[in-house]
């Protein structure tokens, strides 16, 4: 089945640096990937939909200048928390579609669990 | 605009007992997705299901049953003689299905499994 791999899983990090986060796509090509963000015991909210080779399409009340999103290839999407602070400790979660698959099922990574002390 | 309803947010549960997890649906597309998952303590979300909305067949895969009803909006999902390693949140989730549509989840229902 689709793979879809997160880089880190946990991270730990000061107040005011930056944070990368890496998503990929293993075994299949994604022109289309999404950024979840979990609060602790809430379901999942969509942050922005990343498309291969143009700018990310943000939800309202996501900052994009604080949430910087690049689909570079059709099988990595990076998150860059900028300047993090502790309210930005969360549980990031992408997913990605097969640009192959009809059913524009999306295929989700194992989270990325951010920490800002 | 879509909704996906969970009215239930925890359940517990003695092993071995059924346990039905409920989801109500809104939407206004005629196609549509309906998706259950699974998310463990770890935090992975894993796929348990997906149907098309032309597809109301009751499905069973082992343990685990889900009755589309499209007549209601509802999607249920049940598990037989649940296990301990059942507890997890599972979600709901609903999606149209052209190019940019989009996953909406419901909030979750926490399903304890006491030995």
């Known amino acids: 089945g689709a793979v879809v791999s997160q880089h880190p899983s946990r991270v730990i990090c000061k107040s005011g640096t930056s944070v990368k986060i890496e998503c990929r796509s293993l075994?299949?090509?994604?022109?289309?990937m999404f950024w979840y963000r979990q609060f602790p015991k809430k379901s999942l909210m969509l942050m922005a939909t990343?498309?291969?080779?143009?700018?990310?399409?943000?939800e309202q009340g996501v900052e994009k200048d604080k949430f910087l999103i690049n689909h570079a290839s059709l099988t990595l999407s990076t998150l860059t928390v900028t300047s993090a602070h502790p309210e930005d400790s969360s549980f990031y979660i992408c997913?990605?579609?097969?640009?192959?698959?009809?059913?524009?099922?999306?295929?989700f990574g194992p989270g990325t669990r951010l920490t800002v002390t | 605009a879509q909704k996906v309803t969970q009215a239930q947010t925890e359940i517990s549960v003695v092993e071995k007992e059924d346990v039905t997890l409920d989801c109500v649906y809104e939407?206004?597309?005629?196609?549509?997705?309906l998706f259950w998952y699974k998310q463990p303590p770890s935090g992975e979300l894993v796929f348990l299901i997906r149907?098309?909305?032309?597809?109301?067949q009751n499905e069973i895969s082992g343990r685990y049953s889900w009755n589309f009803q499209k007549s209601t909006s509802s999607f249920n999902f049940t598990i037989t003689a649940s296990q301990v390693v059942d507890s997890a949140v599972y979600f709901c989730?609903?999606?149209?299905?052209?190019?940019?549509?989009?996953?909406?989840f419901g909030k979750g229902i926490t399903l304890s499994v006491r030995p």
């Open positions: 149907r098309n909305s032309f597809d109301e």
């Open positions: 939407t206004r597309d005629t196609t549509y997705y």
């Open positions: 989730a609903l999606s149209g299905t052209g190019a940019n549509s989009k996953l909406t």
């Open positions: 075994d299949f090509q994604a022109t289309t």
């Open positions: 997913s990605a579609r097969d640009r192959t698959d009809a059913s524009y099922e999306q295929y």
């Open positions: 990343s498309n291969e080779g143009s700018k990310a399409t943000y």
